[in-house]
């Protein structure tokens, strides 16, 4: 039964945005509803619209139903602003917004909407990497963000700032979205776990982590606004738009943090995506198509396994040796001694 509190905003949000509930779909997190809208008739409010429509006889007659996608996140949480980091990408490589709220956020209807894993897991992984590095390139033709002022506000002059790659000085700087987390936000977890004294990831292994993940926080090219969860299952084909990417997280960080996310999927397949061939094959592929740096991308991905299976821990879940985040990680911290002379990891 949906509570009764997600019910109620459900609602508000159906009869603002002049949705027509068709179906509800219930997840571990968010309401999902599919439906139409009505497209807004200039000059008249939504309500005015429904109303003139209700009257009309003919439908279509006040203008024309739009599939859209209804999304209430039940708790605030890391997709609790997904709307407005949509909407910072203005469509280009993402699903469009139409309406977006705290914690909801009105979108078109992708379809037929099946996701980037069917192809990853049967034999086209090059394909469905091809796929997410043109998704990544669409969206940094928008979201870049201004790094020139540091944390406490204060002025960096450009001569302080690493080179950037050609992707990231070709696009437009755009303002992001209040209050979106940052690589030095999430990094934060190391920490965190540290301090708890839990031992379901060893402790070596987390300051190994921590060590990279600082060290290339520290040395970031230009940052600019990343989706942060981008991998298969958040990649999904339209007919008319082609591949889209869905659930943005939101973070500031440089190009090479997004390949993280993609390197630990499809979760249902380990196989896959731990083996060393692969793990090669899709780092080559990112940096050639996006022209990143291969030895950041590698590293970054390296720190987010290890940050991931801390997230798990964070959320409720128990991890050992055997949860896939640990074991890339440790299947790329060697990759990283034997491509690295001068850290210690």
């Known amino acids: 039964m949906i509570d009764s509190q997600l019910l109620n905003r459900i609602q508000k949000h159906t009869r603002e945005w002049g949705l027509i509930v068709e179906d509800t779909v219930e997840t571990q997190t968010s309401l999902i509803a599919f439906g139409t809208r009505i497209v807004h008739v200039p000059g008249q409010s939504v309500l005015e619209d429904l109303r003139l429509?209700?009257?009309?006889?003919?439908?279509?007659?006040?203008?024309?139903?739009?599939?859209?996608?209804?999304?209430?996140?039940?708790?605030?949480?890391d997709e609790w602003h997904s709307g407005e980091i949509l909407k910072a990408f203005a469509g280009h490589g993402?699903?469009?917004?139409?309406?977006?709220?705290?914690?909801?956020?009105?979108?078109?209807?992708?379809?037929?909407?099946?996701?980037?894993?069917?192809?990853?897991?049967?034999?086209?992984?090059?394909?469905?990497?091809?796929?997410?590095?043109?998704?990544?390139?669409?969206?940094?033709?928008?979201?870049?963000?201004?790094?020139?002022?540091?944390?406490?506000?204060?002025?960096?002059?450009?001569?302080?700032?690493?080179?950037?790659?050609?992707?990231?000085?070709?696009?437009?700087?755009?303002?992001?979205?209040?209050?979106?987390?940052?690589?030095?936000?999430?990094?934060?977890?190391?920490?965190?776990?540290?301090?708890?004294?839990?031992?379901?990831?060893?402790r070596d292994l987390v300051e190994a982590g921590q060590q990279v993940y600082l060290d290339l926080m520290a040395t970031q090219r230009q940052s600019r606004l990343?989706?942060?969860?981008?991998?298969?299952?958040?990649?999904?084909?339209?007919?008319?738009?082609?591949?889209?990417?869905?659930?943005?997280?939101?973070?500031?960080g440089e190009v090479e943090y997004e390949i993280g996310a993609a390197l630990?999927?499809?979760?249902?397949?380990?196989?896959?995506f731990l083996s060393r061939a692969t793990i090669?094959?899709?780092?080559?592929?990112?940096?050639?198509?996006?022209?990143?740096?291969?030895?950041?991308?590698?590293?970054?991905?390296?720190?987010?396994a290890v940050l991931s299976a801390i997230w798990e821990i964070e959320d409720g879940y128990s991890v050992d040796a055997m949860n896939p985040s640990l074991r890339l990680a440790d299947i790329l911290r060697p990759m990283l001694k034997a491509g690295t002379a001068d850290n210690v990891i």
């Open 53 to 77: 429509r209700e009257g009309a006889a003919v439908a279509g007659e006040y203008g024309h139903d739009q599939p859209v996608v209804l999304k209430v996140v039940k708790q605030p949480g």
């Open 94 to 202: 993402v699903v469009r917004v139409y309406e977006q709220a705290p914690g909801a956020v009105l979108m078109e209807r992708l379809t037929p909407g099946n996701s980037l894993v069917s192809l990853a897991v049967s034999g086209r992984d090059e394909e469905a990497t091809d796929i997410l590095a043109s998704v990544i390139r669409e969206m940094s033709e928008v979201a870049s963000i201004d790094l020139t002022k540091s944390a406490s506000g204060s002025s960096v002059s450009s001569a302080e700032l690493p080179e950037a790659s050609p992707l990231e000085s070709s696009v437009s700087s755009t303002v992001s979205p209040k209050g979106f987390a940052t690589v030095q936000d999430w990094g934060k977890g190391f920490e965190r776990y540290l301090t708890t004294g839990d031992e379901q990831v060893p």
């Open 264 to 272: 630990r999927n499809p979760i249902e397949r380990p196989d896959l």
């Open 280 to 304: 090669e094959s899709r780092l080559k592929q990112f940096t050639d198509i996006l022209n990143l740096n291969f030895e950041r991308a590698l590293r970054w991905t390296f720190a987010q």
């Open 226 to 252: 990343l989706h942060g969860d981008l991998q298969h299952y958040n990649v999904l084909f339209d007919s008319s738009r082609g591949w889209l990417a869905i659930d943005p997280k939101g973070v500031g």
